[in-house]
């Protein structure tokens, strides 16, 4: 079936911190990308990342697709980054757009 | 260009009332989604239209749900009448890809609602 799965559920962290968020998916997955939900209920996309390493200012993102896995990184992490982290992907065998979601990780970070 | 636009962004109703939500998508994207997050739950797909069309509804939790896109612009997603356990947030997409890459998402700000 189709799964994925994300860790840690929860997060604290102090200002200046880094972070490595996990993501795991069921091999019908693919095509996966992280997002935020930050504390104003907006859903940004972050990342499309299938494969390989992308990195955009203090965030970057590696997935491997062949182990199945996607990490998420934040270094010198902000009150900003505070909210939930998703991490979704698509069914590999539909041509359909639909996207599959795991629980998030809740970041808070403290000043 | 304008993003994805949803409102309410609050909505606080009675069990049994009505309630209307309302996106716009992208100018010209053909695909839009909706999806909800009940609290603490990941984000579950709704429903899919390509331009006016239902691609897939598969989503949508039960009849008491009904989603139109008129014209092929914006969508509305109305529940009628809500239950208590219809409380989330409420997300729009869309997407000019239907499949494949999807870097082109984009999500609006959700619509929470709140059944009491």
């Known amino acids: 079936g189709i799964q994925v799965e994300q860790s840690p559920p929860d997060l604290i962290l102090q200002e200046g911190a880094n972070s490595t968020l996990r993501c795991n998916f069921s091999d019908s997955v693919n095509n996966l990308q992280w997002f935020h939900q930050n504390p104003w209920g907006q859903l940004i996309n972050l990342f499309y990342?299938?494969?390989g390493t992308k990195q955009n200012g203090r965030l970057s993102a590696t997935t491997v697709a062949t182990e199945r896995y996607s990490l998420l990184y934040i270094s010198s992490s902000q009150t900003t980054d505070s909210g939930v982290y998703f991490c979704a992907g698509l069914d590999r065998g539909s041509t359909l757009g639909r996207l599959y979601f795991g629980r998030g990780t809740q970041l808070t970070v403290w000043p | 260009e304008a993003g994805v636009t949803q409102f309410p962004s609050h909505s606080v109703i009675e069990k049994g009332q009505t309630v209307t939500l309302r996106c716009d998508p992208i100018s010209g994207h053909d695909n839009l989604y909706w999806y909800r997050r009940v609290m603490g739950k990941e984000i579950k797909f709704l429903l899919h239209?390509?331009?006016?069309?239902?691609?897939?509804e598969s989503g949508m939790p039960n009849n008491r749900f009904l989603a139109e896109r008129t014209g092929g612009t914006y969508s509305t997603l109305k529940v009628q009448p809500a239950e208590l356990e219809d409380s989330g947030v409420y997300f729009c997409a869309s997407s000019q890809e239907k499949g494949g890459r999807t870097d082109g998402y984009t999500f609006g700000s959700g619509t929470r609602l709140t059944v009491v």
């Open positions: 239209f390509v331009k006016e069309s239902k691609q897939d």
């Open positions: 990342i299938p494969s």
